[in-house]
């Protein structure tokens, strides 16, 4: 059973940028599909990206296409989102998500993934 740790979020300001990562417990890493999803106060948890196994496909939802980037290092077991030009509405507990899977299928929802790490928070100040 993989672990997943986030860690990166904090307080910035608009504009600004954070990489968050997450580390994972499992040797066979590249066997799992990873996503990032957030949670802002009082919402559901919302899809943020997602990355296949082999990296060769991401898939980002619109609210920030063109801004975040996820990626992955396989031989480090971590995965990574790259947020920039952070607008306050990024605001939200961040969370990494694994699914176990030889499908390079892109899921977008939360019960399409069976780990998930504790969430780190992440504050855009305007």
């Known amino acids: 059973q993989v672990q997943l740790v986030e860690s990166g979020g904090r307080l910035v300001q608009a504009g600004g940028s954070l990489r968050l990562s997450c580390s994972a417990s499992?040797?066979?890493?590249?066997?799992?599909?990873m996503a990032w999803f957030r949670q802002a106060p009082g919402k559901e948890r919302d899809f943020v990206a997602a990355?296949?196994?082999?990296?060769?496909?991401?898939y980002y939802a619109d609210s920030v296409k063109g801004r975040f980037t996820i990626s992955r290092d396989n031989a480090k077991n971590t995965v990574y989102l790259q947020m920039n030009s952070l607008e306050p509405e990024d605001t939200a507990v961040y969370y990494c998500?694994?699914?176990?899977?030889?499908?390079?299928?892109?899921?977008?929802?939360?019960?399409?993934?069976?780990?998930w790490g504790q969430g780190t928070q992440v504050t855009v100040s305007s």
């Open positions: 998500a694994a699914r176990d899977s030889r499908s390079e299928v892109i899921i977008t929802v939360t019960p399409g993934y069976g780990y």
């Open positions: 499992e040797r066979t890493f590249s066997n799992y599909a």
């Open positions: 990355i296949t196994q082999s990296a060769g496909r991401t």
